[in-house]
Nanobody, 126 residues
């Protein structure tokens, strides 16, 4: 199984970025997907997650209204659209996959996820 995150970069506060996570080696539609981030000196934290079919999402309070998660089951890829970026959004962003029972709630802690991507760095200058 592989998850490949991409799309990070250096932007200014207020700008937008779109991260992608392409997956292979798993049955994509059987997994909920999530984004986590880790800033220097801090623990990895939940950002957002989306269920298998894409109809349910969950967001950390810090990104609600600014970030949007989506998925394309035909492309085995999911996305994180980040708008109105702030300096405090600076972190390495990791994508992750969780083998989800169809009606299970979305999970928000790193140990609950089965597979991880390598991370992509997002730097927001103020």
């Amino acid at each position: 199984v592989q998850l490949q995150a991409s799309g990070g970069g250096l932007v200014q506060a207020g700008d937008s970025l779109r991260l992608s996570c392409r997956t292979s080696g798993l049955t994509f539609s059987h997994y909920s997907m999530g984004w986590f981030r880790q800033a220097p000196g801090k623990e990895r934290e939940f950002v957002t997650a989306i269920n298998r079919g894409g109809g349910r999402t969950s967001y950390a309070d810090s990104v609600k209204g600014r970030f949007t998660i989506s998925r394309d089951n035909a492309k085995n890829t999911f996305y994180l659209q980040m708008n109105s970026l702030k300096a405090e959004d600076t972190a390495i962003y990791y994508c992750a996959a969780n083998r989800q029972i169809l009606t299970a709630p979305l999970l928000t802690t790193p140990p609950d996820y089965d597979y991880w991507g390598q991370g992509t760095l997002v730097t927001v200058s103020s």
